[in-house]
């Protein structure tokens, strides 16, 4: 799908240079959140006024977060979006992901736990879908493999014992950590996400492989079954 410029070309040079400075001058931080989206949408969509699309997408997706995380299709749909301005879009996602996830990868988990929690709530905070996910780390604590086990309905993903424990075992790691997102918004873990949690924790008892937490990722925070004495 090709962008679709306005009618007539936009001169909003002037306003762009203002953004540009005010972000060279003092940092993304003074920009406004439809500004941020605004500038980025300028430089895949030159010739247009980006503000009243950014403003759109924002409204569109409830807010950057959701923006970033809702998949190509459903941003190419809202009007006046195309292959080039989505494409910059994700890059950012994938390049702000990237940086995270190397954070974590750098540092045994346990040590760096902030790390993790902003890696994950930017990755599956705004998810419209169950995202299911376990991290597998060696004796260490090192993270050796970050296995996205599969995607749900809007509320329910399936997450089978036997296929978590066969994967550690490929991989040979020494504990997990589960994770999993709520659409709903809220993070506070289900009797189902107890239960599961505790089947798999029995069956890597057996095999030497912990379960060091499931966290439950969401808009409006996190939970550690954990931290809450549930596991």
Do not use: C
């Not at 086990?149 to 997990?176: C, F, H, K």
């Amino acid at each position: 799908m090709a962008d679709q410029d306005a009618k007539a070309p936009h001169d909003g040079a002037g306003h762009r240079a203002r953004l540009r400075q005010k972000l060279a001058d003092n940092g993304g931080e003074a920009l406004l959140d439809h500004e941020l989206i605004e500038y980025l949408l300028a430089l895949a969509i030159p010739r247009r006024d980006t503000k009243p699309l950014a403003k759109l997408l924002l409204r569109e997706f409830g807010g950057i977060g959701g923006l970033m995380s809702a998949d190509w299709a459903a941003i190419a749909r809202v009007p006046g979006m195309g292959d080039t301005s989505v494409a910059a879009i994700k890059i950012v996602q994938a390049t702000a992901l990237r940086m995270l996830r190397n954070d974590v990868a750098a540092r045994p988990v346990l040590s760096s736990w902030q790390a993790l929690l902003d890696y994950l709530r930017a990755d599956m905070a705004y998810l419209g879908v169950e995202r299911v996910r376990v991290l597998h780390l060696n004796s260490r604590n090192m993270l050796i493999r970050d296995d996205h086990m599969g995607d749900g309905s809007i509320d329910q993903a399936a997450v089978y014992t036997r296929e978590v424990i066969r994967r550690a075992i490929d991989l040979g790691s020494a504990a997990l950590i589960l994770v999993h997102n709520h659409p709903s918004g809220s993070p506070e873990p289900s009797r189902q996400d107890i239960e599961v949690t505790r089947q798999i924790i029995d069956a890597g008892k057996r095999l030497g492989i912990s379960v060091h937490d499931h966290v439950i990722i969401a808009a409006q925070g996190h939970v550690s079954l954990r931290a809450k004495g549930l596991l």
